[in-house]
């Protein structure tokens, strides 16, 4: 008589079969037999204390492994707190695996206890979902979902189990798998469609390599950096692509879009040729589509064919993978042993003469804490290998325009949903995953206030996780939207009414501290990354300061707004009396 | 613009739910739609409208979305250009006797509750016959996009 396994020891073996290491998750009364199963077995299994926690945990995990994720959330409200997660991970195609609770086969349907549509609600959040419906299909479901998360354009998927499939016996039967799936990415474009993509790079005069978070998926910032360096093309990324080419590299341009810098966006809209790595021409990197780089021709190379001609119309779609396709590039340019244009060095001139008029600067001089100053000191005080998370907002905006960005793999954001509460369960994902390497979670006192609750999960595990809040007793975006374009009717966006961030995280014990003066950031962060404990940093900024540039909605990227309109002279003759 | 649409998916009903709202959030304007079940799939045919500029990336999105096997797109199109002929009978079958009878040798692609797609034969597409077909139940169509590799994509053969 062969061996029988109940549907959670199926489960369990199936991710230990897929290379799981840790979960993210929270138990509840339709997940009880799999947390039973989970007691003997050997995956680890970190405790959250709300699933959206689990969700942005797994997520920061994906994001610097590249490996899927895993959470895991009990039926019901478990499995609807889940989807922000999961929602957000789709948005930025990150490899993420859900496993949720579901009330018994036999009550599914009748409004039992914490019984939710979870597969119904996940369908827009998901990349795919799956019901499972007896303990023999586990292991082959498991298998499918992961490789779906991985696969084509990666993202989320969804395996709903209910509590009877879970504690339903069957014979074990393994699909053959030697590890974790592998991905596996369409190749659409053919040798003649790299040719005359390689005509159109030869062509051009003033052309802009514009890298998004496919260049990452894929592992192709080395490929990138060398068609860079190739062709003499300077490249922006997008908030997504952010590490897949080094800040400090000569023919960086940052990031382009909303809070682009103005050479950036200036690069854009002359540009001749504008070729697209991995990226999905968002409205917040064009700005007004019928005016985004109007002069130029357009290659887009993608791994997802439903993203070309959807947004911005191109000339030439090269469909595959990032790296596999840049490969093909390369190789063609070098057969075809060309030079890059004279006229190249010309346009490469123009751009550093725009960054020289508009640089992305701040009032270093200021008397108060610049929450831009704070970014670059942890930033130059940070490991080589650091991994930053965000929240979203100014804080986030600033990280992007302000942190040294060396490699890939260590910039983890919300960038699609913009979902704030992200970046603190993130960074605990993501030191999950590298226990030795540092990881700051730099958010916003808005933000923070979503998932502090996980405060409590860092101190459990002695997950090391270091917390930096830029502070301005704001909702300081949304306040600065309503300060720009709506006449500074400030409506609920004042946070002055919030906790003491230093005392709640002694409260969870924590050591927590606050920089209130200029002078003291630096020795500040020094001793705040000094060490390997979870600790918090709560830095009280500037509540006026502003991300410049600015696109205004809808308008093109040429109308930004470089700088914050001139200050009152007497505020001026104030600043100068503060600085003596 | 109209358009008919073919997809097939697995037997999955999660993937047809998903179709579903696809539809919804991509708004498509939903004219007609037919849906069978066999055991190791589900088809569906939809004339739908939408922007001509949209079409490519509906297209893309449909045929990448997991669960989807097969997508074909048609393009409502004079009967003097058109190679499919979709026939909305309800109750009445005598459209697509009429068809049948002009063109024995059409191909039935598609039928379900009285929604038909046939292929014309290619030597009979010019036919005075076909172009006589004004009724409004007949809606002529051109075949643009497919994930099939055959020349002329084949769905479902289902009974009536």
């Known amino acids: 008589m062969p061996k029988l396994y109940s549907g959670s020891e199926l489960l369990l073996e199936s991710l230990s079969r897929q290379k799981v290491e840790v979960l993210f998750g929270l138990p509840g009364g339709a997940v009880l037999p799999l947390y039973d199963a989970l007691y003997s077995a050997g995956i680890r299994h970190l405790l959250v204390r709300h699933e959206q926690a689990a969700a942005f945990a797994a997520d920061g995990y994906a994001r610097v492994t590249g490996k899927p994720g895993v959470c895991l959330g009990t039926s019901g409200p478990g499995a609807t707190n889940l989807i922000t997660g999961l929602t957000s991970a789709l948005m930025d195609s990150i490899p993420v695996v859900a496993l949720t609770g579901q009330v018994p086969l036999s009550l599914m349907g009748k409004d039992a206890f914490q019984e939710a549509d979870t597969i119904g609600i996940s369908l827009p959040s998901t990349k795919q979902s799956f019901l499972v419906r007896s303990a023999a299909e586990v292991p082959s479901v498991i298998q499918k979902a992961f490789k779906a998360a991985v696969s084509g354009r990666p993202g989320p998927v969804l395996v709903d189990l209910p509590k009877s499939v879970l504690m339903e016996n069957a014979e074990a039967n393994y699909p053959p798998i030697a590890g974790p799936e592998l991905p596996e990415r369409v190749r659409e474009w053919t040798d003649d469609d790299v040719e005359r993509a390689v005509d159109m790079i030869l062509e051009s005069r003033r052309a802009v390599l514009y890298a998004g978070g496919g260049v990452i998926t894929a592992n192709a910032s080395d490929e990138l950096r060398e068609l860079a360096d190739l062709t003499h093309i300077p490249l922006t990324t997008t908030l997504m692509g952010l590490g897949c080419f080094p800040s400090r590299h000569p023919l960086s341009l940052g990031m382009l879009g909303m809070h682009g810098a103005y050479a950036t966006n200036m690069a854009i809209c002359q540009c001749d040729l504008l070729i697209a790595v991995g990226a999905r021409f968002d409205d917040r990197v064009t700005g007004r589509l019928d005016s985004f780089a109007p002069n130029a021709k357009k290659i887009h190379l993608d791994v997802d064919p439903s993203e070309v001609n959807k947004n911005v119309r191109v000339d030439l779609a090269l469909v595959g993978d990032a790296k596999e396709t840049l490969r093909a590039l390369l190789a063609a340019l070098k057969r075809r042993n060309a030079t890059p244009p004279t006229e190249r060095q010309q346009w490469l001139q123009r751009i550093e003469a725009w960054r020289s008029e508009h640089p992305l600067t701040y009032d270093k001089y200021a008397n108060n804490v610049k929450p831009q100053f704070v970014i670059e000191t942890l930033s130059q005080y940070a490991s080589d290998d650091a991994i930053v998370a965000v929240d979203v907002g100014q804080h986030q905006m600033w990280g992007a325009q302000f942190w040294n960005f060396t490699r890939p793999r260590a910039w983890l954001s919300s960038s699609g949903l913009g979902s704030m509460g992200y970046g603190f369960p993130a960074a605990m994902g993501a030191q999950m995953a590298f226990p030795d390497r540092q990881v700051i979670a730099i958010v916003g006192d808005g933000g923070f206030q979503m998932t502090l609750n996980d405060l409590a999960t860092v101190v459990q595990y002695r997950v090391p996780v270091k917390i930096a809040i830029i502070n301005n007793r704001a909702l300081g975006m949304v306040r600065q939207w309503q300060e720009i374009f709506f006449e500074k009717r400030y409506c609920d966006t004042d946070l002055d009414f919030a906790p003491d961030f230093v005392k709640l995280a002694e409260a969870y014990g924590i050591r927590g501290a606050r920089v209130e003066h200029r002078t003291d950031v630096a020795d500040a962060v020094q001793d705040f990354l000094s060490d390997r404990e979870p600790r918090l940093i709560d830095f009280w900024v500037d509540p006026a300061e502003n991300v410049y540039p600015i696109v205004p909605p809808g308008a093109s990227l040429a109308e930004m707004v470089v700088e914050p309109p001139r200050v009152l002279v007497e505020e001026e003759a104030l600043d100068d009396l503060w600085a003596v | ?160």
């Open chain 2, 1 to 160: 613009m109209q358009w008919l649409l073919t997809l097939e998916t697995n037997n999955d009903m999660i993937s047809v739910c998903r179709l579903m709202n696809i539809f919804r959030r991509k708004n498509l304007k939903i004219t007609t739609l037919a849906m069978t079940a066999r055991p190791s799939a589900f088809s569906l045919m939809s004339v739908v409208e939408s922007a001509e500029a949209d079409l490519d990336h509906l297209f893309n999105f449909l045929r990448r979305i997991e669960g989807v096997q097969h997508v074909t797109c048609y393009r409502h199109e004079s009967f003097r250009n058109a190679s499919f002929v979709f026939i909305d009978s309800e109750e009445d079958n005598s459209g697509v006797a009429q068809v049948l009878k002009a063109f024995p040798e059409s191909k039935l692609i598609f039928a379900s509750h009285g929604k038909y797609l046939l292929e014309i034969p290619v030597e009979k597409r010019r036919s005075p016959a076909l172009a006589g077909s004004r009724d409004p139940a007949f809606l002529p169509f051109a075949c643009v996009k497919t994930t099939r590799s055959a020349t002329h994509p084949e769905l479902a053969r289902v009974q009536a």
